[in-house]
Nanobody
Framework: QVQPVESGGGLVQPGGSLRLSCAAS????????MGWYRQAPGKQRELVAT???????NYADSVKGRFTISRDNAKNTMALQMNSLKPEDTAVYYC?????????WGQGTQVTVSS
């Protein structure tokens, strides 16, 4: 099993938007629930959003109403649309299957929100 590959990060001003993408093998997307995580410097990795195969979503309170998670099961891809970004959203973002304990973590994609 190959680890997921994240892309789409960058530097954006507060209030701006970014769209992150995740690609992985079919074996990884066989997991019912996929998630986006983030890890800020000096902090633990936190779960930001999840989505099931059927499209049921859940969000951390800190991003609710600003972030939208989506998934294309046919293409084995996932996305995270991030709007109204804040400096506290600065982190490395990772995609990973929930309960995928044997799946390696990818390199992540850096998101920096700063003026």
């Amino acid at each position: 099993q190959v680890q997921p590959v994240e892309s789409g990060g960058g530097l954006v001003q507060p209030g701006g938007s970014l769209r992150l993408s995740c690609a992985a093998s079919g074996s990884i997307f066989n997991f019912n629930t996929m998630g986006w995580y983030r890890q800020a410097p000096g902090k633990q990795r936190e779960l930001v959003a999840t989505i099931t195969k059927g499209g049921i979503t859940n969000y951390a309170d800190s991003v609710k109403g600003r972030f939208t998670i989506s998934r294309d099961n046919a293409k084995n891809t996932m996305a995270l649309q991030m709007n109204s970004l804040k400096p506290e959203d600065t982190a490395v973002y990772y995609c990973h299957p929930i309960m995928g304990f044997s799946i390696p973590w990818g390199q992540g994609t850096q998101v920096t929100v700063s003026s």
